[in-house]
Structure formats: C-alpha cells, structure tokens
Nanobody, 114 residues
Framework: QVQLVESGGGLVQPGGSLSLSCAASGSFGNIYVMGWYRQAPEKQRELVADIALRGATNYADSVKGRAFISRDNAKNTVYLQMNSLKPEDTAVYYC????????YGQGTQVTVSS
C-alpha cells in the first residue's frame, strides 16, 4: 500500500510558476513510475507528466516546454515545476505512483488567474 501526500499549488497569476511535490510512504518495493494527472471542471482527467524509475520522462503536449518533472528516489518524492502558467492550467492536480498497482494522491488545487 502506498500513501501519497501532495504539497504546493494554490493561486498563481498568468505567466507565473508553481512547484508541486508528492511524497510516497507505506510498504512497497520499487515505484516504477511517478507522475501527475490533472482534472479541470467538466473535463476529463489528463496526464500532465510522468517519470520512470531511471529518469525517463513523458509530458503532455499541452505542457511541453513549460513543465519539468523530477524525482528523488531516496525520498520517494516526485516534483513538478511549471512555468508560463495559463488559465487553462487551472485544475486539481493529482500525484500518482505505479508499483505494479497504481495509487493516487488526494489532489491539490491549482488556479491560474489574475
């Protein structure tokens, strides 16, 4: 079982930046993939970015060039840095971890607005 606790988020002005982090705890072996989904009101959940155990990354087209995902395997923590934020980045951001089973965090609200 994996517990995921997200931090970061909040209200950000357009063009601003944010940093999210997510720490995993519990009983597990390797976390093969960690990443972030987001869900905006009345929209389907979208994969934002993920990162494999050895560092291979994957980004949604909508955030390429604006997002940077990283992880600290010793701390079982994944980070998401997003720059040049747009109102359409407004969503609840959910961390996930894949160990063979997939686990999600509770989500953190990101609002991009002036």
């Amino acid at each position: 079982q994996v517990q995921l606790v997200e931090s970061g988020g909040g209200l950000v002005q357009p063009g601003g930046s944010l940093s999210l982090s997510c720490a995993a705890s519990g009983s597990f072996g390797n976390i093969y993939v960690m990443g972030w989904y987001r869900q905006a009101p009345e929209k389907q959940r979208e994969l934002v970015a993920d990162i494999a155990l050895r560092g291979a990354t994957n980004y949604a087209d909508s955030v390429k060039g604006r997002a940077f995902i990283s992880r600290d395997n010793a701390k079982n923590t994944v980070y998401l840095q997003m720059n040049s934020l747009k109102p359409e980045d407004t969503a609840v951001y959910y961390c996930y971890a894949f160990t063979g089973n997939k686990y999600y965090g509770q989500g953190t609200q990101v609002t991009v607005s002036s």
